[in-house]
């Protein structure tokens, strides 16, 4: 098992920035894909994006593509997403994600407990 513990989110403007990070902990969780989840009220959940342990290979969905990236720091366990041009339909719940395999992350293992991001005037 992986705990996963997510920090940052909050309000924010449209066109404006965030960043959210997650701390893993567990004797693999360096091992582990990491990733970002969201769901939105009403909404199915979706893929935002992926990093891999091994040589950093990321992947987002298309919708965050040039506006969101995702990086890990292994020694430290974290996985950063740094949100910008923040449109108000990112407006979720975001979830830190882990799981051993990258091709289970979008139905991964470990979860977080979530954190709120709103993007509203």
């Known amino acids: 098992q992986v705990q996963l513990v997510e920090d940052g989110g909050g309000l924010v403007q449209p066109g404006g920035s965030l960043r959210l990070s997650c701390a893993a902990s567990g004797r693999t969780s360096s091992t582990y894909a990491m990733g970002w989840l969201r769901q939105a009220p009403g909404r199915e959940r979706e893929f935002v994006a992926a990093i891999s342990w091994s040589d950093g290979s990321t992947y987002y969905a298309d919708s965050v593509k040039g506006r969101f990236t995702i990086s890990r720091d292994n020694g430290k366990n974290t996985v950063t997403l740094q949100m910008n041009s923040l449109k108000p339909e990112d407006t979720a719940v975001y979830y830190c994600?882990?799981?051993?395999?990258?091709?289970?992350?979008?139905?991964?293992?470990?979860w977080g407990q979530g954190t709120q991001v709103t993007v509203s005037s």
């Open positions: 994600v882990a799981d051993r395999r990258m091709a289970r992350i979008a139905t991964p293992a470990n």
